[in-house]
């Protein structure tokens, strides 16, 4: 189970994240899906691809490293740092043309095979800081 949950991670930021190949979200994704994170919900796998497709359209050039892979018994551990270039609008923030990069770990459960639930933080703070939207 183990492998299989770690295989899930690197299809969701390679595929779907890094090369914007959303079907794979059904894959992967339970269709009772939940994912939890201080920045509001997701509730199946229709709001994670508009959740993947609202950052590549701000940052077109979005890439997805994945750091660490933990897995233990049915949950998995992402630590996750994000590059990209700020070209589309972001939480009212327009266009800066500014590089960025933050980082965020994403826990998930795996049932069958999928993604059931998801528990996240990230530095949208730090985020928000290098795209002007909050002073240094």
Request: proline fraction near 4%; aromatic fraction near 10%; include cysteine.
């Amino acid at each position: 189970m183990i492998e299989e949950s770690t295989k899930l991670v690197r299809r969701m930021y390679d595929e779907a994240w890094n090369e914007g190949k959303l079907d794979v979200v059904d894959e992967i994704c339970a269709p009772d899906y939940v994912g939890v994170g201080p920045y509001g919900d997701e509730h199946g796998p229709e709001s994670v691809k508009s959740g993947i497709l609202t950052r590549r359209q701000a940052f077109p050039d979005i890439h997805v490293t994945i750091e660490d892979i933990i897995a233990s018994g049915d949950k998995v551990v992402a630590r996750l740092t994000f590059r990209g270039t700020h070209r589309g609008e972001f939480l009212g923030v327009q266009p800066t043309g500014q590089e960025v990069i933050w980082s965020g770990i994403w826990i998930y459960r795996v049932a069958n095979g999928k993604f059931v639930e998801r528990w996240h933080n990230y530095d949208m703070h730090g985020l928000m800081r290098q795209l002007g939207a909050i002073p240094s």
